[in-house]
């Protein structure tokens, strides 16, 4: 127990880590006012985490396919706390960017090993009732993270950071309880003799997964990134309040993602990827046509379904799907592609938010995910028709 107990805990720590100072970007932003395209570098600091966990990913999967999990965990979790909280300190939008890079390779090494780990451990149905588990603690992690990170920016921009100084504290009992898996030092003996080709893996399997994940990031990321600002043009909010309508996204997610188990019983992986782009185009409809907080909040909840069912369906998907040896390295891409798409979501975002406005922004990625999950239903529809698997 105590071990599960770790793992959830540092799987608090990745997914929602950049979006821990959005409540505050406002505030940061003005306190950079006098720096030439202040909005673009503060906007940059929220997914600068995003950039490069999805940068150093691919060499966690390397490194510990071949090398082990636990001692890349122990040092990753004191680089995130060094870094995440280097806010507290630093005085320059160049320096508050290197700490936000240091702290985004931090997150890989930290959300592949902590996957690997679960897979590693559990098998069969409990491994989906594990990674439910574990999408579950990403969200709770983001509710309390983002709700105290709004509060914390109700005092001073630079209170949000010191959130990533809880890391200290996991990575002492990453020290006590994480042990390096039987599964794992097997698999790394028998790396060099048995190291799977890319022709023996699913490759057309994983790149589709991968191109969902990198879609779907960049729709949801549209969430941290504009909502303070969108939030802003339809009424007066804190950024308590701001905090509060990010985090009900998250705690939605958590509620779906620990049922996830129940539901894939009756789905798909397929099937399940239906619901995602179903529910999230609906949430972010009803955001782009909401005239009050309250509506706003209406469709983040909405939304919080779908991306309850994604992060376990992929994580699941892939771990079924490939060989214990290759795992490290096939995650480690699938969270290449999360952090890549939220890289990308602003760039994609704020030049249609120029041309159309943030509701309009909204509403074109809403159709365009609720387009995602009709095609898949005519996908599986010919499929099914043809007898044909895909």
Same mark, same amino acid.
């Given at each position: 127990?105590?071990?599960?107990?770790?793992?959830?805990?540092?799987?608090?720590?990745?997914?929602?880590?950049?979006?821990? /100072? &959005?409540?505050?970007?406002?505030?940061?932003?003005?306190?950079?006012?006098?720096?030439?395209?202040?909005?673009?570098?503060?906007? *940059?600091?929220?997914?600068?985490?995003?950039?490069?966990?999805?940068? %150093?990913?691919?060499?966690?999967?390397?490194?510990?396919?071949?090398?082990?999990?636990?001692?890349?965990?122990?040092?990753?979790? !004191?680089? +995130?706390?060094? &870094?995440?909280?280097?806010?507290?300190?630093?005085?320059?939008?160049?320096?508050?960017? #290197?700490?936000?890079?240091?702290?985004?390779?931090? =997150?890989?090494?930290?959300?592949?090993?902590?996957?690997?780990?679960?897979?590693? +451990?559990?098998?069969?149905?409990?491994?989906?009732?594990?990674?439910?588990?574990?999408?579950?603690?990403?969200?709770?992690?983001?509710?309390?993270?983002? #709700? *105290?990170? %709004?509060?914390?920016?109700?005092?001073?921009?630079?209170?949000?950071?010191? /959130?990533?100084?809880?890391?200290?504290?996991?990575?002492?009992?990453?020290?006590?309880?994480?042990?390096?898996?039987?599964?794992?030092?097997?698999?790394?003996?028998? !790396?060099?003799?048995?190291?799977?080709?890319?022709?023996?893996?699913?490759?057309?399997?994983?790149?589709? #997964? +991968?191109?969902?994940?990198? %879609?779907?990031?960049?729709?949801?990321?549209?969430?941290?990134?504009?909502?303070?600002?969108?939030?802003?043009?339809?009424?007066? =909010?804190?950024?308590?309040?701001?905090?509060?309508?990010?985090?009900?996204?998250?705690?939605?997610?958590?509620?779906?993602?620990?049922? +996830?188990?129940?539901?894939?019983?009756?789905?798909?992986?397929?099937?399940?990827?239906?619901?995602?782009?179903?529910?999230?185009?609906?949430?972010?409809?009803?955001?782009?046509?909401?005239?009050?907080?309250?509506?706003?909040? #209406?469709?983040?909840?909405?939304?919080?379904?779908?991306? %309850?069912?994604?992060?376990?369906?992929?994580?699941?998907?892939?771990?079924? &799907?490939?060989?214990?040896? &290759?795992?490290?390295?096939?995650?480690?891409?699938?969270?290449?592609?999360?952090?890549?798409?939220?890289?990308?979501?602003? /760039?994609?975002?704020?030049?249609?938010?120029?041309?159309?406005?943030?509701?309009?922004?909204?509403?074109?990625?809403?159709?365009?995910?609720?387009?995602?999950?009709?095609?898949?239903?005519?996908?599986?529809?010919?499929?099914?028709?043809?007898?044909?698997?895909?």
């Amino acid at each position: 127990m105590p071990r599960l107990i770790t793992l959830l805990l540092v799987s608090t720590m990745t997914v929602m880590a950049g979006a821990t /100072i &959005a409540p505050a970007l406002p505030q940061i932003e003005r306190f950079f006012s006098a720096v030439p395209n202040a909005g673009f570098w503060v906007r *940059l600091m929220l997914t600068m985490p995003a950039l490069f966990t999805a940068l %150093g990913a691919p060499f966690v999967g390397i490194i510990i396919d071949r090398f082990g999990r636990k001692p890349l965990l122990v040092g990753a979790t !004191l680089l +995130y706390g060094v &870094a995440g909280g280097s806010g507290l300190v630093l005085n320059s939008l160049g320096g508050l960017l #290197v700490g936000r890079a240091l702290l985004g390779l931090a =997150v890989a090494a930290i959300m592949t090993t902590a996957t690997a780990l679960i897979a590693d +451990y559990y098998l069969g149905p409990k491994r989906e009732q594990m990674m439910g588990l574990q999408a579950a603690f990403v969200g709770y992690g983001g509710v309390v993270f983002l #709700v *105290l990170g %709004g509060v914390l920016a109700d005092i001073g921009w630079r209170w949000p950071f010191a /959130i990533y100084l809880m890391a200290f504290a996991i990575g002492g009992l990453v020290v006590l309880f994480i042990t390096e898996p039987q599964a794992s030092r097997q698999d790394k003996e028998s !790396l060099a003799a048995d190291t799977p080709t890319t022709a023996a893996l699913p490759m057309a399997l994983i790149a589709a #997964v +991968y191109a969902m994940m990198f %879609g779907s990031m960049v729709a949801f990321y549209l969430v941290p990134v504009q909502l303070p600002f969108y939030l802003q043009t339809l009424t007066t =909010v804190s950024n308590a309040q701001v905090g509060l309508a990010i985090a009900s996204l998250t705690l939605t997610s958590a509620i779906i993602s620990m049922n +996830y188990r129940r539901i894939k019983a009756r789905l798909s992986f397929r099937g399940v990827m239906v619901f995602v782009y179903a529910f999230m185009g609906l949430g972010y409809g009803i955001i782009a046509l909401a005239q009050t907080y309250l509506g706003v909040l #209406v469709g983040l909840v909405l939304a919080g379904v779908g991306l %309850g069912l994604l992060m376990p369906n992929m994580n699941v998907w892939l771990s079924a &799907a490939v060989p214990p040896n &290759a795992r490290g390295r096939v995650l480690g891409g699938l969270t290449t592609c999360i952090f890549l798409g939220q890289f990308f979501s602003p /760039i994609v975002s704020q030049p249609l938010t120029q041309r159309l406005g943030l509701a309009k922004t909204y509403g074109w990625f809403g159709l365009t995910m609720m387009a995602f999950s009709l095609g898949l239903v005519t996908l599986s529809w010919w499929a099914n028709r043809l007898k044909t698997p895909l």
